[in-house]
C-alpha cells in the first residue's frame, strides 16, 4: 500500500519532503479525497518540523490517523491517543529513535536520501490503518 507506494519512490520527482509524501501518497492510497489546499498542511512538518525534532513522517502519519479515524474533533474520538501512541511506540522499537536527527545519521543516504525512514512510517501506517478497516468492517 502506502509503504510500497515510498518505496518506489514516490514524491522524489516532485521534491516532496517526508511530510508531503506520507500525506499525498495517503491522499492517492487511501482515497482520502483531500484537495492541493489541504494536502499543504505537511509542507512545515518536513525535517522534524524543520528544526529536526520529530521526523515529518511520523507528524504527516499523525495527520493520516486524524482524518480518518476523527470525525470532528479529537476528544470525540477515543481512538486517536491509542493509535498515535501505537504509531510512535512501533516506530521507535523498529528504528530505535523517533527524532530527524538520529534517524538521518543512522539511516539517511546520499542516493535514497529518507526513504527507508518515511518507508518505515508509511508501514507502520498501513498496518494499523489495515487493522482498524478490517476491525470497522467485522462490526458491520
Do not use: W
Not at 82 to 104: A, H, P, R, W
Not at 134 to 139: F, G, I, V
Amino acid at each position: 500500500m502506502l509503504r510500497n507506494l515510498i518505496e518506489e519512490g514516490y514524491g522524489e520527482a516532485e521534491d516532496l519532503n517526508c511530510a508531503e509524501k506520507i500525506l499525498y501518497g495517503a491522499n492517492q492510497v487511501y482515497q482520502l479525497d483531500l484537495n492541493p489546499q489541504s494536502l499543504r498542511i505537511a509542507s512545515g512538518f518536513g525535517g522534524g518540523m524543520a528544526i529536526e525534532s520529530v521526523c515529518g513522517a511520523l507528524t504527516a502519519s499523525i495527520m493520516v490517523l486524524g482524518i480518518l479515524f476523527v470525525k470532528d474533533r479529537a476528544h470525540e474520538s477515543s481512538k486517536i491517543k491509542t493509535l498515535t501512541q501505537e504509531l510512535f511506540n512501533t516506530y521507535q522499537k523498529e528504528m530505535g529513535v523517533i527524532n530527524c536527527t538520529s534517524l538521518k545519521s543512522r539511516y539517511r543516504t546520499d542516493d535514497l536520501k529518507c526513504r527507508h525512514v518515511i518507508a518505515k512510517a508509511a508501514g507502520v501506517l498501513d498496518t494499523i490503518i489495515k487493522r482498524e478497516r478490517e476491525s470497522a468492517e467485522a462490526k458491520c
